[in-house]
């Protein structure tokens, strides 16, 4: 697994139980306990956890609130590439409720080639790419700013989502399991998920290959609820064997199907 992946994963995985030790750490991503310290280090240098004995605790809000900057940087072109695969999905005309998320936040600017559209986002990042967009209709869903995420969570989203219907649901998601199905490593962005995936006609995951095989903290929705996933995984993987028997599309970055 390239550096900027598992550094994303770790981090994630962190933030999802709040502190993990170097052994778990280790055994999930498949990695020696010394690379693991090496990941720590770095994360920690960087302000998004604190190193303790034996492992690492997610640090509180002020200190995670460069957490989406600082990740967005990681694998941008991989996120680019499933940005457009997932974008190329989309029919002009249509009405589109993008997700939260750094990758959901890289498909946003391609999001405009397929206008005219209306466009309800779930991330003030994704806002700011597509306001004053020739074409786009743009619809900000009400709620709380996450931070660290710039995710908008709470009743205010869920009441939103309830008064509304859309063709398409681009979803992103912290990982995905052929047992758990679609999961989340946090709880309001769970919850803002469950809503969106009933408000739609369809609904497309995109996610890179870091999240296969992942087991989060929050239940979304089993692999069948969605229609569509994009990713950059490789085909042979089983838990992509495990998408297509759920009778999900699968659809690879680099455009080919499977």
Do not use: Y
Request: hydrophobic content about 50%; proline content about 5%; charged content about 25%.
């Amino acid at each position: 697994m390239p550096v900027p992946d598992r550094l994303d994963l770790t981090l994630r995985l962190v933030r999802g139980s709040g502190r993990l030790g170097l052994a778990e750490l280790a055994e999930r991503l498949g990695v020696s306990e010394m690379t693991v310290r090496r990941d720590l280090d770095q994360l920690q240098e960087q302000g998004l956890v604190r190193r303790v004995r034996g492992g690492a605790v997610a640090l509180d809000v002020p200190a995670e609130a460069a957490g989406f900057a600082v990740r967005e940087r990681w694998s941008s072109a991989a996120k680019a590439r499933l940005g457009r695969a997932a974008a190329e999905l989309i029919e002009p005309g249509g009405t589109v409720l993008l997700d939260a998320g750094t990758t959901t936040a890289e498909l946003a600017p391609h999001l405009i080639a397929r206008a005219p559209l209306t466009v309800a986002v779930l991330s003030l990042q994704a806002a700011v790419r597509l306001a004053d967009q020739p074409g786009i209709r743009l619809l900000v869903i009400g709620g709380e700013s996450r931070a660290g995420e710039r995710s908008l969570v709470g009743p205010l989203a869920l009441s939103a989502l309830d008064q509304l219907r859309f063709d398409t649901f681009v979803m992103s998601i912290g990982a995905v399991h052929p047992d758990l199905g679609w999961s989340e490593f946090d709880l309001d962005d769970a919850a803002v998920k469950r809503a969106a995936l009933r408000r739609a006609g369809r609904t497309v995951v995109v996610a890179d290959h870091t999240k296969l095989g992942v087991q989060a903290f929050a239940r979304v929705a089993p692999l069948s609820a969605v229609d569509t996933f994009v990713t950059d995984g490789s085909p042979a993987s089983p838990v992509l064997d495990a998408v297509r028997e759920a009778g999900v599309s699968l659809v690879l970055a680099e455009g080919a199907s499977a």
